[in-house]
């Protein structure tokens, strides 16, 4: 629920929905990788991450700035996490490949035919991931996650544009 997103504890209090208390969704599900690639089909894709928590900042100098960082952390966790399993199943994948070249082609055909290989393995193609890590400025403050003052927006903004523009200029068309 999108004002759940913006109830972040413990500065905001949990948002009710249907009789049900939430706080910040963004926490578990921020990025669902995982959700991305099970609801476009096993085929292969183009996905783009966002991660708006590098991890590489200087090190916190007052409570405000350790909670901060500890949210970060949090975060970062998550897609990195994500990203971790993605490349775990597709080195699996590359593994039952490798094996089904081994076999007879009969068999390798039978077993391509096993209604569950085709629901994991779908047509083999890999999915291409293209991350966006933002750096973060220095000096920033801890209430840049909920900064949505017209201001942070609009340099968020141009941050982003900047760093679209830098890391799909590295990226290869193909991936």
């Not at 969704?25 to 089909?41: A, E, F, M, Q």
């Not at 901060?68 to 996490?81: F, G, L, P, Q, T």
């Not at 209604?115 to 293209?130: C, F």
Request: net charge neutral; with cysteine.
């Amino acid at each position: 629920h999108v004002l759940a997103s913006g109830s972040l504890p413990p500065g905001f209090p949990w948002t009710m929905v249907d009789g049900k208390a939430y706080w910040d969704g963004g926490i578990i599900s921020n990025s669902p990788l995982d959700l991305v690639i099970d609801r476009c089909g096993p085929d292969g894709k183009r996905v783009f991450v966002v991660d708006l928590f590098s991890g590489e900042r200087a090190l916190p100098t007052n409570m405000l700035e350790v909670l901060a960082r500890r949210d970060e952390i949090v975060y970062a966790e998550r897609v990195h996490s994500d990203l971790r399993h993605r490349e775990t199943v597709e080195a699996y994948r590359r593994l039952i490949d490798h094996i089904l070249a081994r076999l007879e082609p009969e068999e390798s055909g039978r077993i391509k035919r096993i209604p569950a290989y085709i629901q994991l393995m779908g047509d083999g193609a890999a999915t291409t991931i293209t991350r966006f890590v933002r750096a973060g400025q220095a000096g920033e403050h801890s209430s840049r996650d909920y900064d949505f003052s017209d201001l942070a927006i609009k340099a968020n903004q141009a941050e982003g544009y900047a760093v679209a523009r830098k890391t799909l200029g590295r990226a290869s068309p193909q991936g």
